[in-house]
């Protein structure tokens, strides 16, 4: 059974009497890796910040192994932390670089070198100690931030989006490499990022953030199928989120038509939002479908193809490689596995019609959440 590390207690934070962090409470599990994930200004790296000693919270409390550390400086915390500007000594090089905060704590030069060596085998640099740190891509950089922090043998590894900098193609393979690494290392990490792929790929447990509160705590399978509210269900991955009413228990209704789901535990008639992935849907003909709709919008993704439908007024997305022309008439039919229930909030009603549907603007406001406070 896993062991718990680090667990912060009714934490608050203001900035300017604005509150950016609200009753955050959490534990982090030894050798676990944990994602904060949301969008920019959510809460998340201000939560990294105070786990490491960089910001005292207005209230609650940080434990590490059971003990207050509030008032413990970062230099003196078990916790090392990987910024997204990866701050490399341009005049050292990568030996010098890594051995630094030993050199500081004074171990004997050979602990040093067997030590650096030993790092280097395990971020994949074997054979780059003398090359300048300019000489290297993005992504070794990336390798030698990782390794001087790693190198002190923390308990625990911080990393604020530490491959926002990198290229696509790059930023997974180096995915693959973090998630490697620790396993390794056998160390606890926890990862800020607002990528819900990159969250959903490389952890253990993901954490949901927005407005200083946390939505859902769960492993990325269960946070993407079983998503807790509308914000949740919008955030990773796409959803198709109606009105509807739970009748009964396993028996829901929306559109007009009552459908069977696989959730209980709701009051007689109670108001809900149904969510649907949109690559759970299945075109069929229109005198076989379930509902009747007209399409809309076409985008070709590669894998396949983003449809929108025009259902009564409102529009679904459809992820499949059924390719349907604009204004032709289709049917889909839903079964029970394909229909989630989520009790109504704050968030019901904002999300999960792509009445004004753009691949391209999601793109756009992605990158634009790069910087966050």
Same mark, same amino acid.
């Given at each position: 059974?896993?062991?718990?590390?680090?667990?912060?207690?009714?934490?608050?934070?203001?900035?300017?009497?604005?509150?950016?962090?609200?009753?955050?409470?959490?534990?982090?599990?030894?050798?676990?890796?944990?994602?904060?994930?949301?969008?920019?200004?959510?809460?998340?790296?201000?939560?990294?910040?105070?786990?490491?000693?960089?910001?005292?919270?207005?209230?609650?409390? #940080?434990?590490? =192994?059971?003990? &207050? +550390?509030?008032? /413990?400086?970062?230099? !003196?915390?078990?916790? %090392?932390?990987?910024?997204?500007?990866?701050?490399?000594?341009?005049?050292?090089?990568?030996?010098?670089?890594?051995?630094?905060?030993?050199?500081?704590?004074?171990?004997?030069?050979?602990?040093?070198?067997?030590?650096?060596?030993?790092?280097?085998?395990?971020?994949?640099?074997?054979?780059?100690?003398?090359?300048?740190?300019?000489?290297?891509?993005?992504?070794?950089?990336?390798?030698?931030?990782?390794?001087?922090?790693?190198?002190?043998?923390?308990?625990?590894?911080?990393?604020?989006?530490?491959?926002?900098?990198?290229?696509?193609?790059?930023?997974?393979?180096?995915?693959?490499?973090?998630?490697?690494?620790?396993?390794?290392?056998?160390?606890?990490?926890?990862?800020?990022?607002?990528?819900?792929?990159?969250?959903?790929?490389?952890?253990?447990?993901? #954490?949901?953030? =927005?407005?200083? &509160? +946390?939505?859902? /705590?769960?492993?990325? !399978?269960?946070?993407? %199928?079983?998503?807790?509210?509308?914000?949740?269900?919008?955030?990773?991955?796409?959803?198709?989120?109606?009105?509807?009413?739970?009748?009964?228990?396993?028996?829901?209704?929306?559109?007009?038509?009552?459908?069977?789901?696989?959730?209980?535990?709701?009051?007689?008639?109670?108001?809900?939002?149904?969510?649907?992935?949109?690559?759970?849907?299945?075109?069929?003909?229109?005198?076989?479908?379930?509902?009747?709709?007209?399409?809309?919008?076409?985008?070709?993704?590669?894998?396949?193809?983003?449809?929108?439908?025009?259902?009564?007024?409102?529009?679904?997305?459809?992820?499949?490689?059924?390719?349907?022309?604009?204004?032709?008439?289709?049917?889909?039919?839903?079964?029970?596995?394909?229909?989630?229930?989520?009790?109504?909030?704050?968030?019901?009603?904002?999300?999960?019609?792509?009445?004004?549907?753009?691949?391209?603007?999601?793109?756009?406001? !992605?990158?634009?959440?790069?910087?966050?406070?």
């Amino acid at each position: 059974m896993s062991k718990e590390l680090i667990r912060l207690q009714n934490l608050t934070m203001e900035f300017d009497g604005e509150k950016v962090l609200d009753g955050i409470n959490l534990y982090f599990n030894d050798k676990e890796f944990l994602t904060l994930l949301g969008p920019s200004g959510c809460g998340k790296t201000t939560t990294l910040r105070i786990i490491g000693g960089f910001q005292n919270p207005t209230s609650g409390d #940080v434990l590490f =192994d059971g003990k &207050r +550390i509030n008032d /413990v400086p970062p230099y !003196e915390r078990q916790i %090392n932390t990987v910024f997204q500007r990866y701050a490399l000594f341009p005049h050292l090089d990568v030996y010098d670089n890594i051995a630094f905060g030993l050199k500081v704590a004074k171990l004997p030069k050979d602990e040093i070198h067997q030590r650096v060596h030993e790092i280097l085998e395990v971020v994949g640099l074997k054979g780059y100690d003398h090359r300048s740190v300019d000489s290297l891509s993005g992504g070794q950089q990336q390798r030698v931030a990782i390794a001087r922090a790693l190198v002190n043998r923390p308990k625990v590894l911080l990393l604020d989006e530490p491959l926002a900098a990198l290229d696509l193609r790059l930023r997974k393979d180096m995915q693959n490499e973090l998630k490697r690494i620790q396993q390794a290392m056998g160390i606890t990490f926890i990862y800020v990022t607002h990528d819900q792929e990159e969250a959903l790929s490389m952890s253990d447990t993901v #954490v949901v953030m =927005d407005k200083g &509160r +946390i939505q859902q /705590v769960g492993r990325p !399978e269960d946070i993407y %199928n079983e998503p807790k509210n509308a914000f949740v269900a919008d955030f990773i991955g796409e959803s198709n989120i109606l009105d509807g009413i739970m009748l009964a228990d396993y028996k829901v209704k929306f559109f007009g038509r009552t459908f069977k789901c696989l959730d209980a535990g709701f009051a007689p008639n109670e108001p809900v939002d149904v969510v649907i992935r949109p690559e759970d849907i299945d075109f069929v003909p229109p005198e076989e479908g379930h509902l009747v709709g007209t399409v809309t919008s076409v985008t070709f993704k590669g894998l396949n193809y983003d449809i929108i439908v025009d259902f009564k007024g409102f529009k679904w997305l459809i992820q499949t490689t059924d390719f349907q022309g604009v204004g032709s008439t289709v049917g889909i039919r839903l079964n029970p596995e394909d229909i989630h229930i989520m009790h109504k909030s704050a968030y019901s009603g904002l999300f999960g019609d792509y009445s004004s549907y753009s691949a391209e603007y999601d793109e756009l406001t !992605e990158d634009a959440a790069d910087e966050e406070e």
